[in-house]
């Protein structure tokens, strides 16, 4: 199936920057980066910040972010071995817009279960 609008487009699904949103945009993704924007952190500082996180589900997410350029990973050769995460200039280029939507998020969450409880059938 074609795509009517420009290639370019985040609405047409067969361009790069649609699959680019889609990797970005995912609540994983976002909470790793903005976890990120504190410092450098290691796996397990990552594990402890993000609750619910599984480790299959932050290892996918770290290794994409990585291969998307947004993050560095940094592996010391020490035993155990030591590995470091941060931000790159490209992750860091995007905080200001991830800050914004985890400020909305805290600020509007309530409002929006409110509708929903306002939605729901009551007993």
């Not at 889609?22 to 924007?37: C, F, G």
């Not at 990552?46 to 993050?71: A, N, P, Y």
């Amino acid at each position: 199936m074609s795509c009517d609008r420009p290639q370019g487009s985040v609405f047409c699904s067969q361009s790069g920057s649609y699959r680019l949103l889609e990797r970005i945009a995912n609540k994983w993704a976002v909470l790793v980066l903005v976890a990120l924007a504190q410092g450098t952190c290691r796996y397990c500082g990552l594990k402890r910040q993000i609750t619910g996180i599984s480790q299959k589900m932050l290892t996918q997410t770290l290794r994409q972010l990585e291969q998307d350029g947004l993050i560095h990973r940094q592996v010391y050769a020490t035993v155990p071995l030591r590995v470091e995460y941060s931000l790159t200039s490209l992750g860091r280029s995007l905080l200001p817009i991830l800050q914004a939507l985890c400020h909305w998020a805290d600020v509007h969450w309530q409002t929006i279960e409110k509708i929903h409880k306002h939605d729901q059938p009551q007993d």
